[in-house]
């Protein structure tokens, strides 16, 4: 299994409160995800990164923020949180060929 | 921009028999990256299989198969032999060979899979 850890597991907070999701990855991969999975969904992408300090948006961005200032930590930033932001968070984690991703065992978000 | 489809929402198979669940997509690409990944009740999402689309030979992994249809845009994934743990949501998803910097993955809605005893 691949050295990916998610925290915390699950959470449940007010609207309008700030909340981060930290993954943390022990396989020095260069690329790192943030997907969130609703039912009738699936997997969406929120935001990525492709190294230190080096990130971008995904589909459903908005109301995100990400940071990565080291190799092994993915922040995924809910700056306000809104209830239609409650999900399940997934980080993901690649290494070039063949481009599999591999997942944390994801958060379970709840906001009230 | 590529979509991926999976038309069937709900699967049922008696345990040691043989089911196919189906996938299409949409790209005007030649080169990509094909997945199938299951999530069972713990939600952790795993890999069963990948396919990449300049290889016609179609991917097996012991008890799982695919049918690899690329002119079709098809991607079908075949579990020979079904056992209980096999009871779970299955997601099909594409990548771009050439994703730059991004890679990331497009999934299907996913096809949740029962197992009978």
């Known amino acids: 299994d691949a050295g990916i850890t998610q925290s915390p597991r699950h959470k449940v907070t007010e609207t309008g409160t700030p909340v981060t999701l930290r993954c943390h990855q022990t396989e020095n991969h260069r690329y790192m995800y943030w997907y969130r999975q609703d039912p009738g969904h699936g997997l969406r992408l929120i935001h990525y990164s492709y190294g230190v300090k080096d990130t971008d948006k995904g589909e459903v961005s908005d109301g995100y923020s990400v940071s990565r200032s080291k190799t092994e930590d993915f922040l995924l930033t809910l700056e306000s949180a809104t209830s239609s932001q409650t999900s399940v968070y997934f980080c993901?984690?690649?290494?070039?060929?063949?481009?599999?991703?591999?997942f944390g065992p994801g958060t379970r978000l709840t906001v009230t | 921009a590529q979509t991926v489809t999976q038309s069937q929402p709900e699967m049922s198979v008696q345990e040691a028999e043989t089911v196919t669940l189906s996938c299409t997509y949409d790209?005007?690409?030649?080169?990509?990256?094909l997945f199938w990944y299951k999530q069972p009740p713990s939600r952790q999402m795993i890999l069963v299989i990948r396919q990449e689309a300049y290889k016609q030979q179609n991917a097996t992994e012991n008890r799982f198969s695919v049918n690899f249809q690329k002119a079709a845009k098809s991607f079908s994934l075949k579990i020979s032999d079904s056992q209980l743990g096999d009871a779970a949501m299955y997601f099909c998803?594409?990548?771009?060979?050439?994703?730059?910097?991004?890679?990331?993955?497009?999934f299907g809605k996913g096809t949740k899979l029962s197992v009978k005893p």
């Open positions: 790209t005007s690409e030649s080169d990509y990256y």
């Open positions: 998803a594409y990548r771009s060979k050439d994703g730059g910097s991004q890679g990331n993955l497009i």
């Open positions: 993901a984690i690649s290494e070039g060929h063949p481009y599999e991703q591999y």
